[in-house]
């Protein structure tokens, strides 16, 4: 040993859920932006949720006298937390700190989520998960300070209530990589440029932290496990080196905690050794997605290593018999210490099978929701200091759970399997599109800039309403089905009304744009309490994938066809694609998500061609995750692009030329994957741009792209109604990159999450703003 480290717990958990097992937060909150709680009720209720995580988490086994037990709590994100640590807050919201640099709870909230014209901080996704972190804005003259001490208050919090946590913080080199540039910042600049700053202040947060007596501390570090922050690769390593040489060399192990730096959602590859030299004493290596080092790392020998064994993304029961094999190989490494954890956070998993009564009791035994998993560590943790034979009885459940899950009836399915082995190359491949494209004009004689929506119209409190009261039996299905018939009638006159060409039923008897079709299709599971967090206060109920898919019966043939009896404009049939589906899920680990993914297409495939029997004959197939599922690391997203690209193809392939398929994409940055999005060969793809004035275009416009495109004209994120003014500005500039021939009309999104006040006049305005375009264009309307 060169210098102290402290002892470290022989079991701990990277992170665990926030928003607590009743979203007790999340109401907390949302009362209090409503005006109906005051700051002091929603703190009380947070320490509360503190107090009873702490608990629970000794109850399940984790040590308290030693950092076993994460402080990791937020109020809203832990991104905009260090922020909020660094006092690194922008200069529009410069008038809710305080003389100390530090915001209270309604300056936070304002920073997350805006306030008139000053935009909240960008949000965007976490890694490759589904939850989404605020983007800090940093700039060369950005003021870096010890602004917040609320880490040291929760981490005393837990000692006085004898509780020795380990207080979890993002790190230097992540917090500037996932950083923007602040606006007006110079050409050039990155905010990683800006690390010997904050640097500083972290050092003073560890002292900090020390003084009131924390011994380990967690510095969260998943930028190195990726390629796609935007900073080099050599960049990111040098940031480490230099991070960690201020903060455990420069700065004496007597005068803070000992430092684990944690490496969730990947693989350290290259940047193992850097950090191993390094003078941090502890690790946390992710052993899920990655892999033990083969071969000697120099430098461990005087660290603790958690070897990450237990799945924090996912839920299902771990093969504790390997994850002690990998243990065992991570012991041969020479650490100072081996210690059991979990590969993440165990934020992204809900609270607790236990809440899950009405699940078939075969699928629950599979599942391990984040207090089973606790449980898992804890285990794993006996097995590793007392011998296998100490856990012996653990090993033999597990065991039975895995044979018992590979065994299951629904979980491998002959006729499934055998039809996706029967598929040949013309399973994923339809006819030339400029056959398609003269069918199509033929058949919809649509209009020049044809306009449309993405799919759902307002969800309104009646038909939640409804819903509730249809899932709590209160009405029959007879009665919810004619309310949500009376409700696509409504949708139905008010488009035509508008004047759209292409029509929707307007999607009122989805909860979910997932959930709904995991509800429909065999091999799927849903959840009652299984929520998570998916940003700020926001959750949601990933369905379970738990067997081979397949599809029982139509799921939107009626909904479709009974709109299309509404009209004589065309109906567009709307359907979630396979990607989407296991992106928003969780997915059995068993086999690859590849084969997964085809099963779903062929179930799609049966709807659409269920669809096009119907006489539909505009067909969209939403991928709005297509981007999310692109792996950390640039060397595997040719493979995923492959098999993503090729399910979204064997779902739509099986229709005639004029049948035409739509796609819908959004959330995230495409120019990066234009090539897939090429590569879905969608007759039309709709794709969010408003926010970015159209950017994407430019990259359509370059690789010459030949269908027809809808980039969004209307930013659906806000309430703000867009002018008839600032539409037409948007769709002039489109005219001006694409051949208007290719262009469609259609908002950034669907639009369940507003409401009609704002519905109806915006797309009135894009209607207005398309005729203005129209008739500049001197192209003959229909
Ligand atoms: C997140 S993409 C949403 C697409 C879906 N069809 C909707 O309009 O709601
Ligand atoms: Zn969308």
Redesign the pocket.
């Known amino acids: 040993m060169t210098h102290q480290t402290h002892p470290f717990p022989s079991g701990t958990v990277l992170g665990y859920p926030r928003i607590g097992p009743r979203r007790e937060l999340k109401k907390a909150l949302e009362a209090f932006w409503a005006g109906r709680a005051e700051a002091a009720e929603v703190e009380a209720t947070a320490a509360d949720l503190r107090r009873r995580t702490r608990t629970r988490l000794a109850e399940l086994g984790l040590a308290t006298d030693l950092p076993a037990i994460p402080s990791a709590f937020s109020f809203y994100d832990q991104v905009l937390d260090a922020a909020t640590v660094l006092g690194a807050v922008p200069d529009r919201f410069a008038d809710l700190v305080d003389g100390s640099g530090a915001l209270d709870l309604a300056g936070y909230s304002t920073v997350a989520r805006g306030r008139g014209d000053d935009l909240p901080l960008e949000m965007t996704k976490w890694f490759d998960s589904n939850y989404h972190y605020l983007v800090p804005e940093i700039g060369p003259g950005t003021t870096f300070r010890f602004a917040s001490d609320r880490p040291v208050r929760e981490f005393a919090e837990g000692l006085a209530d004898g509780v020795l946590t380990r207080p979890v913080l993002v790190g230097p080199v992540t917090f500037l990589a996932l950083a923007k540039a602040a606006e007006g910042s110079p050409e050039g600049f990155a905010p990683i440029d800006r690390l010997a700053d904050v640097l500083p202040v972290y050092a003073e947060v560890l002292r900090a932290l020390r003084a009131a007596g924390a011994t380990w501390v967690q510095l969260e570090e998943p930028a190195l496990v990726s390629d796609s922050t935007g900073v080099p690769a050599d960049r990111l390593l040098a940031a480490a080196t230099e991070a960690y040489r201020v903060l455990a060399t420069d700065l004496p192990a007597a005068e803070r905690p000992s430092i684990l730096v944690a490496a969730p959602y990947g693989d350290l590859r290259d940047a193992l050794p850097v950090l191993a030299a390094t003078d941090v004493e502890g690790l946390a290596l992710d052993l899920v997605r990655g892999t033990v080092p083969t071969g000697s790392v120099a430098g461990l020998a005087d660290k603790v290593v958690v070897g990450g064994v237990v799945d924090g993304h996912n839920i299902w029961r771990a093969d504790l018999d390997a994850a002690l094999g990998g243990l065992e190989r991570l012991e041969g490494l020479g650490a100072h210490q081996v210690a059991v954890g979990t590969s993440t956070s165990l934020f992204h998993v809900p609270h607790d099978v236990e809440d899950e009564p009405q699940l078939d009791p075969t699928l629950r035994s599979w599942l391990a929701f984040a207090d089973q998993k606790v449980r898992e560590v804890v285990t794993l943790a006996t097995g590793v200091t007392e011998g296998r034979e100490a856990v012996h009885a653990e090993l033999l459940a597990a065991a039975d759970a895995r044979r018992s899950r590979a065994e299951a009836p629904g979980v491998v399915r002959p006729e499934v399997r055998e039809r996706l082995g029967g598929l040949d190359a013309t399973a994923f491949r339809r006819g030339e599109f400029a056959t398609r494209q003269a069918a199509q004009a033929e058949r919809l004689g649509l209009p020049a800039l044809p306009t449309t929506?993405?799919?759902?119209f307002p969800q309104t409190p009646e038909i939640r309403v409804a819903r509730a009261a249809f899932g709590r039996g209160e009405i029959s299905a007879e009665q919810y089905q004619d309310e949500m018939r009376a409700e696509v009638r409504r949708v139905v006159e008010l488009q035509e009304q508008i004047g759209l060409d292409v029509l929707?039923h307007g999607?009122p008897e989805?909860n979910d744009?997932v959930q709904y079709f995991a509800e429909n299709l065999d091999g799927f599971s849903v959840t009652q309490n299984g929520w998570v967090q998916s940003y700020g206060s926001r959750c949601t109920r990933p369905s379970i994938l738990w067997g081979d898919v397949s599809r029982p019966a139509p799921i939107t043939v009626p909904w479709t066809t009974y709109a299309q009896s509404l009209t004589p404009k065309p109906v567009k049939g709307?359907l979630?694609g396979p990607v989407?589906i296991l992106a928003w899920s969780f997915v059995r680990d068993d086999q690859p998500l590849a084969d997964t993914a085809n099963q779903v297409a062929l179930a799609l495939r049966d709807e659409i061609a269920d669809l096009e029997a119907a006489g539909t004959a505009i067909v969209?197939v939403?991928e709005?995750a297509l981007r999310e599922l692109l792996p950390l690391r640039a060397d595997a997203h040719a493979a995923y692009l492959d098999w993503s690209v090729a399910s979204f193809r064997l779902s739509t392939s099986g229709v005639r030329p004029d049948t035409q398929i739509h796609t819908?994409l959004?959330?995230s940055e495409f120019g990066e994957i234009f090539g897939a999005i090429d590569g879905l060969d969608a007759d039309v793809t709709s794709i969010e741009a408003a926010r970015s004035k159209m950017e994407i275009l430019g990259d359509i416009a370059a690789e010459g792209y030949p269908r027809g495109i809808g980039p969004g004209v209307w930013d659906i994120h806000s309430p703000r109604v867009p002018s008839e003014a600032e539409v037409t500005d948007l769709l002039a500039s489109a005219v001006r990159v694409v051949d208007p021939t290719q262009l469609w009309v259609n908002p950034d999104?669907?639009?369940?999450t507003r409401r009609y006040e704002e519905v109806t006049p915006s797309l009135e305005h894009v209607l207005a703003a398309t005729r203005t375009v129209r008739d500049s264009l001197a192209i003959p309307t229909a």
């Not at 999104?749 to 369940?752: R, S, T, V, Y």
Request: glycine share 10%; hydrophobic share 25%; with cysteine.
């Open positions: 929506t993405i799919g759902s929707v999607e989805r744009m709307m979630t989407t969209q939403d709005p819908h959004c959330y999104c669907g639009l369940k």
